[in-house]
């Protein structure tokens, strides 16, 4: 199928597309000029959504896999994870992230909750999943998840809380096991377990 907009034919350039979002380095391999990115903006085909990514104009933008690919050193995690693991029913448009201890982002961090992490916890529970749109992305697995949550340094919303607690003892989620070998490394064990105690 041609795509022909004026004189000029998207074709190649909208092949490049992985679930709606083209990326500034795949164009060499594929033998399109970055110049083609311009006349496909002024056309309105794409739209430019950061640095070396860009969206098809007529989708909807994929927030969590767009931020990922320009901040791959993050992990959704606490409130962002349980949304996408299905924990919660809340979603935000606050992520809430995991990064290296030597990470510093001040700007990012205005918008966003970023707890930096030591080695040894840092990347621990970490999973793949898809996104809304299908697109993949880096989180937590559900009982890191749920550590996350219950931590000291967790600033969000208490019914998430609450309701990620209550949907995770449910199947398929519940593994008591793991989740209390997690809760010790990251020391909320006797929290957890108080909690639980009530809810079983």
Do not use: W
């Amino acid at each position: 199928m041609q795509y022909n907009y004026g004189m000029k034919d998207y074709s190649r350039l909208l092949a490049l597309a992985k679930n709606g979002v083209i990326r500034t380095k795949d164009l060499g391999a594929a033998g399109i000029g970055r110049d083609y990115l311009r006349y496909a903006i002024n056309d309105e085909v794409i739209e430019k959504a950061a640095y070396g990514i860009y969206i098809l104009s007529n989708e909807i933008a994929d927030k969590l896999y767009i931020f990922q690919l320009k901040n791959s050193r993050l992990i959704f995690s606490a409130n962002t994870s349980a949304f996408l693991l299905g924990l919660t029913t809340r979603d935000s448009d606050v992520f809430f992230l995991s990064a290296p201890l030597s990470y510093n982002n001040p700007k990012l961090s205005q918008f966003h909750n970023i707890v930096r992490e030591r080695a040894g916890i840092y990347g621990l529970g970490l999973i793949e999943a898809e996104t809304t749109f299908g697109n993949t992305v880096k989180l937590h697995d559900a009982e890191r998840t749920i550590c996350d949550l219950f931590s000291p340094k967790y600033t969000g919303d208490k019914f998430v809380q609450v309701e990620a607690l209550k949907n995770y003892l449910q199947p398929p989620f519940k593994n008591l096991v793991k989740l209390f070998e997690y809760a010790k490394v990251l020391g909320v064990y006797d929290e957890l377990k108080k909690r639980i105690e009530v809810l079983l």
